[in-house]
């Protein structure tokens, strides 16, 4: 989707370290205590994190610990409460144990972000009260919950599904909490969009809806876990009468969520009644303003303000347009206008149907593969493992959806994926190469590929993540399938300055809505006619913006840092400058702040010049 990776430990987590080969482009070789010093943090760091991931079951199970496979994350205020603490602990005993000057300038990276890590805790749980578990379009527990067991939790043997089921078992308790927590931030005059609500009540139906709850297809749980189960008997790992009866074990806990959800539909049609629609930005929430600015600080990893974001926004989308009306130009129109108008008389919208589903997967795939091919000549490190592009579960899958990507498992028995929606209007074909170099090659799946198997440093850092180091990844990587040569066609790199544009709206939409008053109308009317985004695309990305305030202003300011840093390590290493060494300096060294990565660039700009 653009030139983008994310998270924050205290949320969900990934990253990675710098592999041998390009720690020495980075730094001249340290004396013998410094790697001592070094190999000392490592091992402080690792001691640490492991106690950390004892209490975060469902991370242990996307780095492929098998403990804690039975039981969901603790989301309590209280488990939030005692991980700040506990990581201001931490980073207490670190730096009574070492000196931070000793160590190597990577040690050092590794030393800031796990300090930083616990800054970030303290600001997230001052923002906790507005992210109450129902409340985000992209994140709401009714979702997340059964997301997690259907495309992370593998089962690759009989323990595996027992700890399946045991999760299935404790699911209503978590959807109970999720209650309880959205209705104190309800108290508090933070209440979830009313179309938020609406996508709740949907949602949590579909769950339970057919097999084994009435009639009509499976369920999507039951499928799963009949998929799953039956794999284990044709591998010959679990015999039949065995499987009938944890199957029936499973069903009985999946019945037992029909009345879970039920509670979840009751809270929400409750809700209805006082839930907010129209003008529903941070400014509306109490303390919002401050919020807001919290938010963006923790997304962008900057200090820039909600004013400077908008009228960065605004310069961008004025130079990519003037970008558009040239290449509009070089292919024979007036502006960029009359090249749109000749897509659409060419590709006239229609809706999705099994065809075009079909149609859009293989091609997607088949350009996924082939770009693949073009990397050794781009990047030293490049992914290893399977990757591959599907369709949105039935139960999340929403018209003009914004398609996401996620990480192999670290031994890639679970490949990358990039998760489309394929529903409502049908895209112009030539605008999917862009997204799958953002989600996919070289995007999003390739540096989670990288990030998983990353080795010799810290663990923490294979799963500490930034929006803005991500996302800016993303959508560089798609000026760097440009420079690869990877889009087929003229209308192919339009369509990559078309999603660029879409990122640049995105800067002035956010703010507008949280900083401005906006409306969700006026949002949306910009998205579409500046943002160039279908109406019903338009309405799903701005429904996205009101639920996650700030996330989207991360792709813009990231790519924007990559971009300048690039041009930087350029003019001043001239012919020294290695496109290659570059890349992996960014995308193998794991997710960081933009203040350290623009460190690091210019450490990796001096120790090349002086060789």
Same mark, same amino acid.
């Given at each position: 989707m653009t030139h983008k990776l994310t998270f924050s430990l205290a949320m969900a987590l990934a990253a990675a370290t710098l592999p041998s080969a390009a720690l020495a482009q980075t730094a001249p070789a340290t004396a013998a205590p410094a790697q001592s010093e070094d190999a000392r943090l490592t091992a402080f760091l690792d001691a640490e994190f492991a106690a950390y991931v004892k209490t975060q079951p469902q991370l242990a199970t996307r780095l492929g610990i098998k403990e804690g496979g039975d039981k969901w994350n603790?989301?309590?205020? #209280?488990?939030?409460?005692?991980?700040? #603490?506990?990581?201001?602990?931490?980073?207490a005993r670190m730096k009574a144990q070492f000196d931070r000057p000793k160590l190597s300038p990577e040690a050092q990276v590794n030393f800031d972000i796990w300090a930083l890590e616990a800054e970030r805790a303290e600001q997230g749980l001052a923002n906790r009260i507005y992210r109450p578990p129902f409340y985000s379009r992209l994140y709401s527990a009714h979702s997340q919950l059964?997301?997690?067991?259907?495309? @992370?939790?593998?089962?690759?043997?009989?323990?595996?599904?027992?700890?399946?089921?045991?999760?299935?078992?404790?699911?209503?308790?978590?959807?109970?909490?999720?209650?309880?927590?959205?209705?104190?931030?309800?108290?508090?005059?933070?209440?979830p969009p009313r179309f938020q609500i609406e996508t709740i009540i949907e949602g949590s139906r579909k769950l339970t809806s057919g097999a084994p709850?009435?009639?009509?297809?499976?369920?999507?749980?039951?499928?799963?876990?009949?998929?799953?189960?039956?794999?284990?008997?044709?591998?010959?790992?679990?015999?039949?009468?065995?499987?009938?009866?944890?199957l029936e074990e499973a069903k009985v806990a999946i019945l037992a969520l029909q009345p879970a959800y039920a509670r979840v539909i009751a809270w929400a049609e409750a809700s209805l009644p006082t839930a907010p629609s129209g003008k529903v930005g941070a400014l509306t929430l109490p303390g919002g303003p401050e919020y807001y600015e919290r938010e963006l600080k923790l997304v962008t990893t900057t200090d820039m303000t909600a004013a400077e974001i908008h009228a960065v926004g605004r310069k961008e989308v004025a130079r990519i347009e003037a970008e558009q009306d040239a290449l509009a130009q070089a292919a024979g129109f007036a502006d960029?206008?009359?090249?749109?108008?000749?897509?659409?008389?060419?590709? &006239?919208?229609?809706?999705?149907?099994?065809?075009?589903?079909?149609?859009?997967?293989?091609?997607?795939?088949?350009?996924?593969?082939? @770009?693949?091919?073009?990397?050794?000549?781009?990047?030293?490190?490049? &992914?290893?493992?399977g990757i591959e592009v599907v369709r949105e579960p039935a139960f999340s899958e929403v018209a003009g959806g914004a398609a996401h990507a996620s990480a192999p498992s670290p031994d890639g028995k679970r490949p990358a994926r990039t998760y489309v929606h394929l529903v409502g209007t049908v895209p112009d074909p030539a605008a999917m190469y862009t997204l799958m170099c953002h989600e996919a090659v070289p995007?999003?799946?390739?540096?989670?590929?990288?990030?998983?198997?990353?080795?010799?440093? &810290?663990?923490?850092r294979s799963v500490t993540g930034y929006v803005a180091f991500g996302e800016g990844w993303g959508l560089y990587a798609e000026a760097v399938c440009k420079e690869m040569g990877a889009y087929p066609d003229i209308a192919a790199d339009f369509m990559r300055l078309d999603a660029e544009l879409f990122r640049a709206a995105r800067l002035v939409v956010d703010t507008g809505i949280h900083a401005l008053g906006w409306t969700e109308d006026e949002a949306v009317t910009y998205m579409n006619t500046t943002g160039r985004q279908p109406i019903e695309r338009?309405?799903?990305?701005?429904?996205?913006?009101?639920?996650?305030?700030?996330?989207? @202003?991360?792709?813009?300011?990231?790519?924007?840092?990559?971009?300048?840093?690039?041009?930087?390590?350029?003019?001043?290493?001239?012919?020294?400058?290695?496109?290659?060494g570059f890349h992996d300096l960014l995308i193998a060294s794991g997710s960081q702040p933009l203040s350290i990565l623009e460190r690091r660039v210019d450490e990796w700009i001096a120790a090349k010049a002086a060789s």
């Open positions: 603790d989301t309590s205020d #209280e488990a939030a409460r005692a991980e700040a #603490e506990w990581r201001k602990a931490s980073v059964p997301d997690f067991l259907i495309n @992370t939790h593998t089962i690759a043997d009989v323990s595996d599904l027992r700890k399946y089921i045991a999760r299935l078992r404790a699911m209503p308790a978590v959807l109970d909490s999720a209650i309880e927590r959205t209705q104190a931030s309800q108290k508090a005059g933070i209440n709850f009435g009639e009509g297809p499976d369920a999507a749980l039951w499928a799963d876990v009949k998929a799953k189960t039956a794999a284990l008997v044709a591998g010959g790992t679990l015999p039949q009468a065995k499987a009938d009866r944890l960029r206008s009359a090249f749109y108008a000749e897509r659409k008389r060419l590709y &006239p919208p229609r809706q999705y149907d099994d065809a075009a589903r079909k149609e859009y997967l293989d091609t997607a795939n088949a350009f996924v593969a082939k @770009t693949r091919t073009l990397l050794p000549g781009w990047f030293g490190e490049i &992914p290893a493992y995007g999003h799946n390739t540096q989670g590929d990288i990030q998983v198997r990353q080795q010799g440093g &810290p663990k923490f338009s309405r799903s990305e701005v429904r996205r913006y009101i639920t996650l305030p700030g996330q989207a @202003t991360g792709y813009k300011i990231g790519m924007l840092k990559i971009m300048e840093l690039h041009a930087r390590a350029e003019a001043k290493l001239g012919a020294k400058f290695d496109v290659k």
